[in-house]
């Protein structure tokens, strides 16, 4: 299993570096690497022995496609996925009110409340990594991975759906996976927006609001609560 010794893993800081530099080959993250490949690159890693610069290494060269599906292989080995259950209630509304309106930015104050509910370290780590993802779309032309290819490949290792093991919930399980995939393809065309300005800090404390500069500045004289389910509405401005 890969531990976390940094804010941001290494696996995830040099893998990711060198995707950016060098994987924009068709179906990057959708096509695997060489088994064998995959699992040397992991060993390198867990004894930290891994080379310097990757791109110096021919069989990682020859196979770049084991470089991404490492990096797959390190969030679906976590004991828990990288966003927790908690998040869910407010992904879905937010991914739900998306779906519904011409204007995306409208489910922005529910993606970035969902994020008070992580650690630190899993901020971060989301943010390079949704950060990193917003960039390889931009080469889908070239990749045929845009955003929503993207999101299906990336939404079952970030979002855990419980397995049905009831014929009646396979279709509520599929709806499920269909939402799942939906939030993700949301954070990767969003990425700018929902953690540019964000404050690094923001699990030293929950806040029940969020500050102006993190919305787009022509959307705060719009939107000044959201509500949860019922629940008392949070704001999301300060005057």
């Known amino acids: 299993m890969f531990l976390f010794i940094i804010s941001v893993p290494e696996v995830l800081t040099r893998c990711t570096r060198f995707v950016e530099d060098h994987g924009t080959v068709d179906g990057i993250y959708r096509i695997s690497g060489i088994a064998s490949n995959i699992k040397k690159l992991r060993n390198l890693f867990e004894t930290k022995m891994v080379p310097q610069v990757l791109h110096t290494e021919d069989w990682i060269i020859q196979d770049i496609h084991c470089v991404p599906s490492v990096i797959k292989l390190f969030f679906r080995e976590l004991?828990?996925?990288?966003?927790?259950?908690?998040?869910?209630?407010?992904?879905?509304?937010?991914?739900?009110?998306?779906?519904?309106?011409?204007?995306?930015?409208?489910?922005?104050?529910y993606f970035k409340e969902a994020l008070h509910f992580l650690s630190c370290y899993q901020y971060k780590t989301l943010k390079h990594l949704m950060t990193h993802l917003q960039k390889v779309?931009?080469?889908?032309?070239?990749?045929?991975?845009?955003?929503?290819?993207?999101?299906?490949?990336?939404?079952?290792?970030?979002?855990?759906?419980?397995?049905?093991?009831?014929?009646?919930?396979?279709?509520?399980?599929?709806?499920?996976?269909?939402?799942?995939?939906?939030?993700?393809?949301y954070m990767i065309d969003n990425a700018k927006w929902l953690f540019e300005h964000q404050d690094n800090n923001i699990h030293a404390e929950k806040k029940k609001s969020a500050p102006q500069s993190q919305l787009p500045p022509q959307y705060l004289e719009r939107v000044k609560v959201i509500h949860v389910n019922g629940n008392a509405p949070i704001s999301l401005s300060k005057r």
């Open 137 to 185: 779309s931009g080469f889908s032309s070239e990749t045929g991975m845009s955003s929503k290819n993207l999101a299906i490949v990336w939404a079952p290792n970030l979002l855990r759906t419980p397995l049905s093991t009831f014929q009646g919930e396979h279709s509520k399980l599929q709806s499920n996976l269909v939402q799942n995939t939906l939030i993700v393809q």
């Open 79 to 109: 004991p828990e996925p990288l966003c927790p259950e908690k998040m869910y209630q407010l992904l879905r509304q937010g991914v739900t009110i998306a779906s519904g309106n011409s204007d995306s930015r409208e489910a922005l104050p």
